[in-house]
């Protein structure tokens, strides 16, 4: 799961979670930015839970409040309830 934030024009964030028994973990950010008259981003800061550490340039990084409450609402909107036998014939 990915809550990508836009910043400002050129600086956005990406947070990255997998989900293991209903518990969303965090696994990745990264910092990108788009240079003035370039079409590509950059990767400004890095940090990867899989990744050796020569790859990730800063240290794990607190999660913001806001990133902890949509990272929940995404996690709400998966959610489905279903009958026994509606679950079954899906």
């Known amino acids: ?21 209903l518990t969303a973990v965090f696994i990745s950010y990264q910092r990108l930015i788009k240079p003035k008259g370039k079409r590509k981003w950059v990767i400004e800061k890095n940090w990867d839970k899989y990744t050796r550490s020569h790859f990730t340039n800063i240290d794990e990084p607190v999660i913001p409040e806001i990133i902890k409450s949509e990272i929940t609402q995404e996690i709400i ?11 079954k014939a899906s």
């Open 1 to 21: 799961m990915i809550v990508e934030k836009q910043i400002d024009e050129y600086t956005k964030e990406i947070w990255a979670f997998n989900m293991f028994n």
């Open 77 to 87: 909107k998966q959610i489905k309830v279903k009958t026994w036998a509606e679950w």
